[in-house]
T-cell receptor
Framework: AQKITQTQPGMFVQEKEAVTLDCTYDTSDQSYGLFWYKQPSSGEMIFLIYQGSYDEQNATEGRYSLNFQKARKSANLVISASQLGDSAMYFCAMREDYGGATNKLIFGTGTLLAVQP | DGGITQSPKYLFRKEGQNVTLSCEQNLNHDAMYWYRQDPGQGLRLIYYSQIVNDFQKGDIAEGYSVSREKKESFPLTVTSAQKNPTAFYLC???????????FGQGTRLTVV
């Protein structure tokens, strides 16, 4: 069965430093997608980055990069040069794709990141 | 602009009443999802739909119902059978290209 695990309930990071948010997943499917979202206190879910299971390169979007280690079933989010506005809840998510059709999208429990000045 | 629209943003209902939350998308996405989020918690999947006129139960479907009569719309009804309906509800949609998954702004439902 699909499962996403985020083991860090909360993290602190100094402004301008880099931070890694951990995410491990469990799936028996070969084709799947991994997502990271940011949820500020306003509640909206902001899509940050996507990694496909067949993508050979790690995904990057600006200050966000995804450290994808397929053999370890790990998809950690790296935020470089942290800013005060990065303080939020971060969710890792996975979707299995059977035969080209989309399947359910499931989430981890989240990591609350606090950026300190 | 393309996106997902949830309405209303805040909803108050009396205990025992059914209530329907709206979710509309103009992204031409095939799959749509409903999630429930309780304070300080993650997102739990209620229902999802991959194509029109078809939907599947998620992990916490009891007390909820959905329909998917149009590709753009995926309304969620919170029925009186839902024991603890007060929560933040989020709707999402994804494309078959698997690289996009966007959310609406959410509906905060309070049952009094």
């Amino acid at each position: 069965a699909q499962k996403i695990t985020q083991t860090q309930p909360g993290m602190f990071v100094q402004e301008k430093e880099a931070v890694t948010l951990d995410c491990t997943y469990d799936t028996s499917d070969q084709s799947y997608g991994l997502f990271w979202y940011k949820q500020p206190s306003s509640g909206e879910m902001i899509f940050l980055i996507y990694q496909g299971s067949y993508d050979e390169q790690n995904a990057t979007e600006g200050r966000y990069s995804l450290n994808f280690q397929k053999a370890r079933k790990s998809a950690n989010l790296v935020i470089s040069a942290s800013q005060l506005g990065d303080s939020a809840m971060y969710f890792c998510a996975m979707r299995e794709d059977y035969g080209g059709a989309t399947n359910k999208l499931i989430f981890g429990t989240g990591t609350l990141l606090a950026v300190q000045p | 602009d393309g996106g997902i629209t949830q309405s209303p943003k805040y909803l108050f209902r009396k205990e025992g009443q059914n209530v329907t939350l709206s979710c509309e998308q103009n992204l031409n996405h095939d799959a749509m999802y409903w999630y429930r989020q309780d304070p300080g918690q993650g997102l739990r999947l209620i229902y999802y739909s991959q194509i029109v006129n078809d939907f599947q139960k998620g992990d916490i479907a009891e007390g909820y119902s959905v329909s998917r009569e149009k590709k753009e719309s995926f309304p969620l009804t919170v029925t009186s059978a839902q024991k603890n309906p007060t929560a933040f509800y989020l709707c999402a949609s994804t494309s078959l290209l698997n690289t996009e998954a966007f959310f609406g702004q959410g509906t905060r439902l309070t049952v009094v």
